[in-house]
């Protein structure tokens, strides 16, 4: 008899698994259908030695003290700030776009306040902003919505910016100092001894039982539990009954190359030039040394893994559906980028789970 069951081992999963088992001592049975936990924050060493995600990468921040000091208690940090480049006409730089960005494309010299007029000059302010190609233009003009935003967006979601919500696009920022970070978030980091290291910590408990391998429905009619905390996909609980909601996939193309380095910094976009729109090299992020690297490419697809959910109206009015449908059921929690059909970071996944925890379990 368990006290609950949770469907799903990623970060949501492992999580509410690891309160409920260590702060309210009840017996918690996960049950996972890939053959290791984490989700798709997974990490392990390849066959060369190399530390990688195997589902692309994955980098902790947050501005959330309460969240970075929860995922603390099992992990140290390798103290890492991302940075990222952009190929653009034949060179790479720093984005999101800066003061050193357009000194290099324009091949220019701009203090901040030359920037900062230079924007207002090229700015298209638009009426209205019906779309993520208007926001775009709206904050950088045309020229730079064409060279790193155009043909990024159409790879990444096979759709123009023109056919996306204004939000898709309304956080990207563009700045006019010298910051070459990816993210400005208080807390950034990786884990010193990779994830999976985090959810083997968080799950060593004797109140939790882990199934590996199973779908939960194969299963839970044989199962006797008094509360299911669900974060798989919202659409397969109900059975698709109100059609399957849209993903985004990615295909990832590992390569382990008899070099020490690859390139300059963590991870390079590629808006405009080949299939796939970014390479990431693992040790930038994680600090190994090795004599050799292993680097992935990222090619966008309509098929595989639910990874993205696809930021359009409709999308989110069937999901609506399905959250009522949710809402009806009794000790059932859904939980997660799945179950919640949001494109959610890492941090705002612990987040929701603690607040999940503290508000509604008991
Ligand atoms: C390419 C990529 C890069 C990312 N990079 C970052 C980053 O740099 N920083 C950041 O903060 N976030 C990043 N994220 C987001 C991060 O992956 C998510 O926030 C996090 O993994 C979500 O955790 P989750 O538990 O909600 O979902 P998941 O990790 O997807 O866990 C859900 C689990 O449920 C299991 N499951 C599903 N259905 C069933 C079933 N029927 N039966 C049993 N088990 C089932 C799945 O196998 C899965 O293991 C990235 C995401 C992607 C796709």
């Known amino acids: 008899m368990y006290n609950y069951v949770i469907v799903g081992a990623g970060l949501a999963g492992c999580v509410l698994a690891e309160r409920i088992a260590n702060v309210l001592n009840k017996k918690v049975l996960v049950i996972e259908k890939r053959n290791h936990i984490g989700g798709n924050a997974y990490d392990y060493f390849n066959e060369d030695g190399i530390?990688?995600?195997?589902?692309?990468?994955?980098?902790?921040?947050?501005?959330?003290?309460?969240?970075?000091?929860?995922?603390s208690n099992f992990t140290d940090w390798y103290h890492y700030q991302h940075r990222v480049l952009?190929?653009?006409?034949?060179?790479?730089?720093?984005?999101?776009?800066?003061?050193?960005?357009?000194?290099?494309?324009?091949?220019?010299?701009?203090?901040?306040?030359?920037?900062?007029?230079?924007f207002e000059k090229i700015r298209d302010t638009k009426e209205e902003i019906l779309n993520s190609e208007d926001m775009v233009i709206?904050?950088?003009?045309?020229?730079?919505?064409?060279?790193?935003?155009?043909?990024?967006?159409?790879?990444?979601?096979?759709?123009?910016?023109?056919?996306?919500e204004p939000e898709v696009t309304?956080?990207?920022p563009v700045r006019t100092n010298r910051d070459g970070r990816y993210f400005t978030d208080k807390y950034q980091g990786m884990p010193k001894h990779g994830y999976t290291k985090i959810f083997?910590?968080?799950?060593?408990?004797?109140?939790?039982?882990?199934?590996?391998?199973?779908?939960?429905?194969?299963?839970?009619?044989?199962?006797?539990?008094?509360?299911?905390?669900?974060?798989?996909?919202?659409?397969?609980?109900?059975?698709?009954?109100?059609?399957?909601l849209p993903y985004r996939s990615l295909r990832f193309e590992f390569e382990t190359l008899d070099c020490e380095k690859y390139q300059e910094v963590g991870t390079v976009n590629y808006p405009n030039?080949?299939?796939?729109?970014?390479?990431?090299?693992?040790?930038?992020?994680?600090?190994?040394?090795?004599?050799?690297?292993?680097?992935?490419?990222?090619?966008?697809?309509?098929?595989?893994?639910?990874?993205?959910p696809i930021p359009?109206?409709?999308?989110?009015?069937?999901?609506?559906?399905?959250?009522?449908?949710?809402?009806?059921?009794?000790?059932?929690?859904?939980?997660?980028?799945?179950?919640?059909?949001?494109?959610?970071?890492?941090?705002?996944?612990?987040?929701?789970?603690?607040?999940?925890?503290?508000q509604n379990i008991k």
């Not at 060179?91 to 920037?115: E, R, S």
């Not at 045309?142 to 043909?151: I, N, R």
């Open 312 to 358: 359009q109206k409709k999308n989110i009015e069937q999901y609506k559906l399905y959250e009522a449908e949710a809402q009806k059921l009794k000790n059932v929690f859904f939980i997660g980028r799945l179950a919640n059909y949001k494109y959610y970071n890492m941090d705002k996944v612990v987040e929701e789970s603690l607040k999940l925890f503290y």
């Open 273 to 308: 030039d080949y299939d796939f729109t970014r390479i990431t090299e693992f040790k930038h992020l994680t600090g190994q040394k090795h004599y050799k690297t292993t680097i992935v490419r990222e090619y966008p697809s309509s098929e595989g893994e639910p990874y993205y």
């Open 200 to 244: 083997e910590n968080m799950l060593n408990n004797k109140n939790i039982h882990i199934m590996l391998n199973v779908d939960f429905k194969d299963v839970i009619d044989d199962i006797e539990y008094e509360n299911l905390i669900y974060t798989g996909p919202i659409d397969y609980y109900f059975d698709y009954k109100y059609g399957k």
């Open 170 to 172: 309304a956080r990207i």
């Open 138 to 164: 709206s904050k950088v003009g045309k020229e730079l919505y064409e060279k790193f935003f155009k043909e990024y967006t159409k790879k990444q979601w096979d759709l123009y910016p023109s056919e996306l």
């Open 86 to 118: 952009a190929y653009v006409d034949g060179q790479t730089v720093p984005i999101p776009i800066n003061l050193d960005t357009i000194n290099m494309l324009y091949n220019a010299n701009f203090t901040q306040n030359q920037l900062k007029e230079f």
């Open 51 to 71: 530390l990688v995600h195997k589902y692309g990468p994955h980098i902790f921040h947050t501005n959330n003290k309460k969240v970075w000091d929860y995922i």
